[in-house]
């Protein structure tokens, strides 16, 4: 167990529908990043958050956006879903904002089916 | 850019030695990491290079070398455990973390 928590572990809609998926990092822990891994790709990095405010962004598509609370828990929002995003989403929470010494540890995903 | 190549799969014998290879191409650097994954899983942490070298963690270790781009995971006394898709993460500017595509291993008896 990371202690990092993602709610729903599963979720199955429609296209065209909006869904959010909710991460809590691990305790203490200030970074949260946001990765996509589709059947046949490897983690994509979507969108990282340190102590509230963006900080780097990777290939986040404009129909999905990302923040993250003052708690320090953070959503993903995903709208006018498509077939395709039909993927493993992980969230992963580090204590720095820059990853050097520090590793992120991952929670254990959201699996998004869109029918 | 930024560029990370792994095999795509490889296959070894249950007590033997295996050697994962990734080369990268990146914006900044600040550090290499490497990743285990099984098969619907979580990724967990395996190690961690920044400096050129080798690092020592049990039955894994990771080797470094900054000037040329590469890295490479050993992992000795496989056991079947061991069958999991490896990756190969780097740390640096703009997109901050980026993972390779991941080499599948399988570990057979």
């Known amino acids: 167990d990371s202690g990092v928590t993602q709610t729903p572990k599963h979720l199955i809609t429609a296209t065209g529908q909006r869904v959010t998926l909710r991460c809590s990092p691990r305790?203490?822990?200030?970074?949260v990043y946001w990765y996509q891994q589709s059947l046949d790709q490897g983690l994509q990095f979507l969108i990282q958050y340190y102590n509230g405010e963006e900080r780097a962004k990777g290939n986040i598509l404009e129909r999905f956006s990302a923040q993250q609370f003052p708690d320090l828990h953070s959503e993903l929002n995903l709208s006018s879903l498509e077939l395709g995003d039909s993927a493993l989403y992980f969230c992963a929470s580090s204590v720095e904002e820059v990853l050097s010494t520090d590793t992120q540890y991952f929670g254990p995903g959201t699996r998004l089916t869109v029918l | 850019g930024q560029n990370i190549d792994q095999p795509t799969e490889m296959t070894a014998t249950e007590g033997a030695i295996v050697q994962i290879n990734c080369t990268y191409q990146?914006?900044?650097?600040?550090?290499l990491f490497w990743y285990q994954q099984h098969a619907g899983e979580a990724p967990t942490f395996l190690s961690y290079?920044?400096?050129?070298g080798l690092e020592e963690k049990g039955r894994f270790s990771s080797f470094l070398s900054r000037s040329k781009g590469y890295s490479y995971l050993l992992l000795k006394e496989l056991q079947m455990k061991d069958s999991a898709s490896y990756l190969c993460?780097?740390?640096?500017?703009?997109?901050?973390?980026?993972f390779g595509p991941g080499t599948r291993l399988s570990v057979l008896p």
């Open positions: 290079n920044v400096l050129d």
């Open positions: 305790s203490g822990d200030l970074s």
């Open positions: 990146t914006s900044g650097f600040n550090g």
């Open positions: 993460a780097v740390s640096g500017y703009g997109q901050n973390f980026v």
